[in-house]
């Protein structure tokens, strides 16, 4: 910032009423913040401040008390001392909230991520053979276990297992002859004047060029994987012989894509998987399939709809199926891909792969998240899954034992019958039963209030009042989350 230090007139005389940087910068020091923060960043908040007020005065504003502008500096430091990435409760009852961090861990996961970070590990050490082992093999098996399939691979997130997969599988046909990769097809070099000049191209459905958030847009990944983009069909409708119909010498992927963050409802219609799947071993092409969420478990038994499994994309044959290791699956940020070998082996071997490849705290975290998987105990130990299938009784009872915990700070705090939307914008207008504690008082500044409180709680806004869901606080947070509404109730 540049305001003017030296300023004639009333402002002028002002702005001398202000402290001096190292008469703050010793304030802060005294109270510790020096030694927390570093005197670096301390010096740069202490300029900061000053510069505001001194903006503020030549605006005409007041010139505030030493004190006051002491004091506004301190609370900016303990805020900033609290560090930028915190902990927060999520009192939304959104389970897969990408805003709040997405897949809380299982203490298993947890545990396991602290044994890979803490020393060193196998990560590409074989300890039997004595030699450089596989990176990319550590969740393999219990991957090929669970879903079915001949091969998988971890990446760093479900974006970009898709661009991994299309840019992988691009370059040449799949082998269907049954022998391996041996008999590949190179497809000649864009513009050589060959017999298929040109991109390479991806058929996808008009119902399916689907933006998942961030700016992640299918349309755009495909161009940026360095595919053309064959649309086919229309947005509510497309059938098999759509996709046939659009197969040219230079198509070499069909793709389907989940609609995990919309619904369409009504006249439509989606080539099934096995279809495609069909067309592709009669044409010679890989099919992807893009599942988003990709649950492991069967999510009608809890009112969340039919979402497609995993196992049930891969025994339909797709060569790739794409999916997120923080959404149902309830692990840590990855994507994941299962399918053949001869797809996986490709999607090793490309260059993108050592630019997306995970570390060995993410690899940690995600076998012990399959491990639950493994051992049948995912509902029990996954948090995704245990909000999930929270029982209505069960939610009500914590909401009560909020309430009466609160005692008289809670006057005016009631517990009433909701409805926790479980996906945020992942299973779209899927909602639980829950129960919900309703704070009394305007919301918004009551939110605001339990935001800045410590720890920050994040509740929901209902009917023109503020309630916490306790589908998504985890039994651990309770103490905490009460203190939390008794401080912002206080004001
Ligand atoms: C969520 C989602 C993605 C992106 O996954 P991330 O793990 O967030 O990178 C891609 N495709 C679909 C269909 C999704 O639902």
Request: charge should be neutral; hydrophobic fraction near 45%.
């Given at each position: 910032m540049t305001t003017p230090k030296f300023a004639p007139g009333p402002a002028g005389a002002a702005l001398r009423g202000l402290p001096r940087t190292d008469r703050l910068v010793e304030a802060a020091d005294q109270a510790g913040m020096v030694e927390k923060l570093g005197h670096g960043a301390v010096l740069e908040a202490v300029r900061a401040e000053l510069d505001r007020h001194r903006a503020a005065v030549l605006a005409g504003d007041p010139c505030p008390s030493p004190e006051a502008i002491e004091a506004g500096l301190l609370d900016r430091l303990r805020e900033d001392a609290r560090g930028s990435l915190r902990p927060v409760?999520?009192?939304?009852?959104?389970?897969?909230?990408t805003n709040l961090g997405r897949a809380p861990l299982s203490d298993d996961a947890i545990a396991a991520m602290g044994r890979a970070a803490r020393g060193y590990t196998n990560l590409e050490y074989d300890l039997v053979a004595g030699e450089r082992g596989d990176r990319?093999?550590?969740?393999?098996a219990p991957l090929c276990r669970l879903t079915g399939a001949e091969a998988a691979v971890a990446v760093n997130n479900n974006a970009s297992a898709v661009m991994l997969a299309l840019a992988a599988l691009m370059d040449a046909p799949p082998?269907?002859?049954?022998?391996?990769?041996?008999g590949v097809r190179p497809l000649a070099a864009?513009?050589?004047?060959?017999?298929e000049p040109g991109l390479p191209e991806v058929i996808v459905s008009r119902g399916q060029l689907v933006e998942i958030g961030g700016g992640f847009r299918i349309p755009d990944v495909l161009r940026r994987s360095g595919a053309a983009l064959v649309e086919v069909g229309t947005t509510n409708r497309t059938y098999l012989r759509d996709h046939e119909a659009a197969v040219g010498p230079r198509t070499r992927i069909l793709l389907a894509v989940h609609r995990s963050n919309f619904r369409l409802s009504g006249f439509v219609h989606d080539t099934p998987l096995e279809e495609l799947v069909d067309l592709g071993r009669r044409r010679a092409l890989w099919v992807v399939d893009?599942?988003?969420?990709?649950?492991?478990?069967?999510t009608a038994p809890f009112g969340l709809g039919i979402e497609p499994t995993v196992q049930e994309r891969i025994r339909a044959g797709a060569d790739l199926v794409c999916f997120s290791g923080?959404?149902?699956?309830?692990?840590?940020q990855s994507g994941i891909l299962c399918g053949t070998r001869e797809a996986i082996a490709r999607v090793k071997r490309h260059p993108l792969m050592r630019a997306l490849r995970v570390d060995k705290v993410t690899l940690a975290a995600l076998s012990a998240t399959l491990a639950h998987y493994e051992r049948g105990e995912a509902l029990e130990k996954v948090p995704v899954w245990r909000a999930i299938a929270a029982a209505p009784e069960a939610l009500e009872a914590r909401a009560r034992g909020w309430l009466a915990v609160l005692?008289?700070?809670?006057?005016g705090c009631a517990v009433r019958p909701s409805r926790s939307a479980?996906?945020?914008?992942?299973?779209?207008e899927v909602t639980l039963p829950t129960s919900v504690l309703a704070l009394p008082g305007p919301p918004d500044a009551l939110a605001a209030r339990l935001r800045r409180g410590e720890p920050p709680v994040v509740g929901r806004i209902e009917e023109d009042r503020v309630v916490l869901d306790p589908?998504?606080?985890?039994?651990?947070e309770d103490e905490a989350l009460v203190a939390a509404v008794r401080a912002a109730l206080a004001v």
């Amino acid at each position: 910032m540049t305001t003017p230090k030296f300023a004639p007139g009333p402002a002028g005389a002002a702005l001398r009423g202000l402290p001096r940087t190292d008469r703050l910068v010793e304030a802060a020091d005294q109270a510790g913040m020096v030694e927390k923060l570093g005197h670096g960043a301390v010096l740069e908040a202490v300029r900061a401040e000053l510069d505001r007020h001194r903006a503020a005065v030549l605006a005409g504003d007041p010139c505030p008390s030493p004190e006051a502008i002491e004091a506004g500096l301190l609370d900016r430091l303990r805020e900033d001392a609290r560090g930028s990435l915190r902990p927060v409760v999520n009192a939304t009852g959104v389970v897969i909230h990408t805003n709040l961090g997405r897949a809380p861990l299982s203490d298993d996961a947890i545990a396991a991520m602290g044994r890979a970070a803490r020393g060193y590990t196998n990560l590409e050490y074989d300890l039997v053979a004595g030699e450089r082992g596989d990176r990319y093999g550590h969740a393999e098996a219990p991957l090929c276990r669970l879903t079915g399939a001949e091969a998988a691979v971890a990446v760093n997130n479900n974006a970009s297992a898709v661009m991994l997969a299309l840019a992988a599988l691009m370059d040449a046909p799949p082998d269907r002859s049954g022998g391996g990769e041996a008999g590949v097809r190179p497809l000649a070099a864009p513009g050589r004047g060959e017999a298929e000049p040109g991109l390479p191209e991806v058929i996808v459905s008009r119902g399916q060029l689907v933006e998942i958030g961030g700016g992640f847009r299918i349309p755009d990944v495909l161009r940026r994987s360095g595919a053309a983009l064959v649309e086919v069909g229309t947005t509510n409708r497309t059938y098999l012989r759509d996709h046939e119909a659009a197969v040219g010498p230079r198509t070499r992927i069909l793709l389907a894509v989940h609609r995990s963050n919309f619904r369409l409802s009504g006249f439509v219609h989606d080539t099934p998987l096995e279809e495609l799947v069909d067309l592709g071993r009669r044409r010679a092409l890989w099919v992807v399939d893009d599942l988003g969420s990709g649950t492991l478990l069967e999510t009608a038994p809890f009112g969340l709809g039919i979402e497609p499994t995993v196992q049930e994309r891969i025994r339909a044959g797709a060569d790739l199926v794409c999916f997120s290791g923080d959404k149902l699956l309830g692990g840590p940020q990855s994507g994941i891909l299962c399918g053949t070998r001869e797809a996986i082996a490709r999607v090793k071997r490309h260059p993108l792969m050592r630019a997306l490849r995970v570390d060995k705290v993410t690899l940690a975290a995600l076998s012990a998240t399959l491990a639950h998987y493994e051992r049948g105990e995912a509902l029990e130990k996954v948090p995704v899954w245990r909000a999930i299938a929270a029982a209505p009784e069960a939610l009500e009872a914590r909401a009560r034992g909020w309430l009466a915990v609160l005692g008289a700070a809670g006057a005016g705090c009631a517990v009433r019958p909701s409805r926790s939307a479980v996906g945020g914008g992942s299973l779209p207008e899927v909602t639980l039963p829950t129960s919900v504690l309703a704070l009394p008082g305007p919301p918004d500044a009551l939110a605001a209030r339990l935001r800045r409180g410590e720890p920050p709680v994040v509740g929901r806004i209902e009917e023109d009042r503020v309630v916490l869901d306790p589908r998504t606080v985890l039994p651990a947070e309770d103490e905490a989350l009460v203190a939390a509404v008794r401080a912002a109730l206080a004001v």
